[in-house]
């Protein structure tokens, strides 16, 4: 993995006003992957928009972890059935 495609933890910290902490815990719960190069954490720059939407539900929005969590949940499921919708209306737009 590229060094270049990864930000410091504690850049995301400054720049976005947020806790440690809060990254800590995303990435405990799956919701945010950490990566740590010689004792420095980071977080692939492709995370960074699933970041900013996590960080404006939990302090914009004052939702706590395990809600950012069903969230995520349930978005993922939205995503599925839209795939299979899409899937299913190409396949019986081959049939009309």
């Known amino acids: 993995m590229n060094l270049e495609e990864?930000?410091?933890?504690e850049e995301l910290c400054t720049k976005y006003r947020v806790e440690h902490t809060f990254i800590r815990n995303l990435n405990d719960s799956g919701l945010l992957e950490i990566i740590t190069v010689e004792q420095t954490e980071y977080v692939h720059c492709d995370s960074i928009s699933d970041f900013e939407k996590l960080r404006r539900l939990h302090y914009d929005l004052n939702i706590n972890l395990e809600g950012l969590e069903a969230i995520e949940h349930l978005?993922?499921?939205v995503k599925k059935l839209q795939k299979s919708n899409t899937q299913l209306r190409n396949r019986l737009n081959l049939y009309e």
């Not at 990864?6 to 933890?9: D, V």
């Open 6 to 9: 990864l930000i410091a933890t």
């Open 75 to 77: 978005l993922g499921q």
